[in-house]
């Protein structure tokens, strides 16, 4: 399985990002998928997650009510919807993914940089 995130860059505080995460060698179908962020001399952070047989998700704290996870399974990519950014959104953005829900996030992606100017 081969994760490609996209879609990162600068933006103000209180703009929009959307992130993409490309998928190949399994389909979304089989997958469950999430988001993780990694902030400068931070340790690696959960965003949320998506089930991969419904549309149940799940979302830090931080994030709750601003960012949406969302999937295209024609398209076999998984979306971060990032609206009202904060300064302290600034990290690198992950894509991860696992067959199985109890099984450790063994797919990453190789993340892509959001940076939030105030």
């Known amino acids: 399985v081969q994760l490609q995130a996209s879609g990162g860059g600068l933006v103000q505080a209180g703009g929009s990002l959307r992130l993409s995460c490309a998928i190949s060698?399994?389909?979304?179908?089989?997958?469950?998928m999430a988001w993780f962020r990694q902030a400068p001399g931070k340790e690696r952070e959960f965003v949320g997650r998506?089930?991969?047989?419904?549309?149940?998700?799940l979302y830090a704290d931080s994030v709750k009510g601003r960012f949406t996870i969302s999937r295209d399974y024609a398209k076999n990519t998984v979306y971060l919807q990032m609206n009202t950014l904060k300064p302290e959104d600034t990290a690198v953005y992950f894509c991860a993914a696992r067959s199985i829900m109890t099984a450790p996030w063994g797919y990453w992606g190789q993340g892509t940089l959001v940076t939030v100017s105030s």
């Open positions: 060698g399994r389909t979304l179908r089989e997958l469950y």
């Open positions: 998506l089930h991969k047989n419904s549309d149940n998700t």
